[in-house]
């Protein structure tokens, strides 16, 4: 099984590789990094984002955003899902309205035609008017809309149980199984 994950200029591209960390070994992963993704790391966490990509245990192929030929620009690729994690407003308005250029945007839009489960995580607030907009659009197209939301039924006791409860609803959302947080009516 094939997951493209789009890493966009958003602030919090350290859940993205949290996200990265915990993806089941079956599925194989395809990687975009755009040039602002790249500038967040390294502002918030002085991160190399290449290099903690290089660290995963999960064997992965990563695109650079200009990349447009990449075999993940194609429907003959066969990617079964794509997440952007985290998505930027950029991001979310260019696959809103078709605009495909460059790969993050144009992978989506693969996902899009070939009917595939979309999940885009939007990091921003409070969201305008405008952003409500395309994320509306996206929505109606059937992408799932899952920002990351902080959660307190599953007594977080950290950042880092906080994270994992948020890797595993987008995990969730993308049908892949995992055991990374305590669900609704069980113990915490």
Known sequence: ???????SGASGTQLALKFLE???QEWAL????SQSAKRVARAEGRINLKSALGKLKHPLEI????????????GSFGAQAMAII?????IIAKIAHGICDELISRAAAV?????????????ELPLHSIALENLLVLARAGV???????TYYTQPRDLESMELFLVGKWLDALGIENHLYTRWGQPC
């Open 63 to 74: 695109f650079e955003e200009s990349q447009i030929d990449a075999p993940i620009a194609s």
């Open 86 to 90: 985290p998505a930027s407003l950029n």
């Open 111 to 123: 996902i899009l035609k070939e009917q595939k489960k979309l999940l885009i995580a939007p990091r």
């Open 144 to 150: 799932i809309i899952a920002p990351p939301m902080l």
């Open 30 to 33: 395809f990687v975009v990094v």
């Open 1 to 7: 099984m094939k997951l493209v994950v789009g890493i």
């Open 22 to 24: 915990h993806v089941p």
